[in-house]
Nanobody, 127 residues
Framework: QVQWAESGGGSVQSGGSLRLSCVAS????????VGWFREAPGKEREGVAT????????YIDAVKGRFTASQDNPNKNTLYLQMNSLTPEDTAMYYC????????????????????WGQGTHVTVSS
């Protein structure tokens, strides 16, 4: 089981930056794949950035070139999302999440495939 502690959300103006962090407890994340998701009012939760077993990071098109997801080494217990050039369209509740995975697991960015969720942190970007 994985428990997350999220931090780093807040309010910024368009063009600003924020860095989100998630610290996992309960298990070292060596056998888990992780990701960042967001949910805006009236919209479905979407996978912003997911990290596969081999360390590949996949981003949705809307954040490519602006967001960077990473994990600390070697424990992988802390997950980061650096968000630059923020726009009002990035306003949402952001969640970190984890799922058990191995080198044989399928790659996925679907929120339904992730099991362990953080409590969420709100990001508001004003124009």
């Amino acid at each position: 089981q994985v428990q997350w502690a999220e931090s780093g959300g807040g309010s910024v103006q368009s063009g600003g930056s924020l860095r989100l962090s998630c610290v996992a407890s309960g298990n070292v994340l060596n056998n888990y794949c992780v990701g960042w998701f967001r949910e805006a009012p009236g919209k479905e939760r979407e996978g912003v950035a997911t990290i596969d077993w081999d360390g590949t990071v996949r981003y949705i098109d809307a954040v490519k070139g602006r967001f960077t997801a990473s994990q600390d080494n070697p424990n992988k217990n802390t997950l980061y999302l650096q968000m630059n050039s923020l726009t009002p369209e990035d306003t949402a509740m952001y969640y970190c999440a984890a799922r058990r995975c191995t080198e044989y697991s399928s790659r996925t960015s679907r929120y339904e495939d992730f099991t362990y969720w953080g409590q969420g942190t709100h990001v508001t970007v004003s124009s």
